[in-house]
């Protein structure tokens, strides 16, 4: 069997998945005629957007969401995130999951000391009236349910808007919400790196 492979930007607003009982939800399908048998290689929540990648190969992807591949994301949060919150999020946080409380393992983090160059979402922000916005870069090896979201809520800066901008070497690229490329292969060859010093800068 010849496996298909597609690199996509998730829009805001759409599920990773293709069916559902969800009702008037958004999904992927929308996008493109995707052939059967495609799934999503890890997930974006609803409200996060970024670089997702899609196979009809089930090993590749299990491969490519294992923890030997790392995902980068960059978060908008609510308020100027500090240096303390920064060595939080890298050491690991305490977060809620499943009804358990579960402590992230070690990962790059660092503030963007500048806005990154994304296009704009499909709703709007909040208003920068209601107080200032910053934006911290968290790469990961593991991927747990709204976990992103989560760790910078556990240190006092809840997130307002979160784009994946990177799996593995892969990255976002030139890529406008919504836009789909199908690819001769997902070739993902860069080795783990030592994510806890990837973010020495705070």
Known sequence: MQHRHFVIYKPYGYLSQFVGEAQKKKRLGE???FPAGTMAIGRLDQDSEGLLL???DGKKSQYITSAK???EYYAQVDGIITPEAVAQLQQGVNIGLEGEIYTTKPCGAIKLT???DLPPRGRKIRDE???PTSWVSITLTEGKNRQVRKMTAAVGFPTLRLVRV????LQLNNLQPGEVREVPDLVI???IRAVVNAGLEN
Request: charged share 25%; proline share 9%; net charge neutral.
């Open 31 to 33: 996008l493109f005629d």
């Open 129 to 131: 009236r209601h107080g």
């Open 166 to 169: 990177r799996v593995g070497d």
């Open 114 to 116: 500048t806005i990154p």
């Open 54 to 56: 899609l196979t009809t």
């Open 69 to 71: 591949i790392e995902k």
């Open 189 to 191: 060859a860069t080795p």
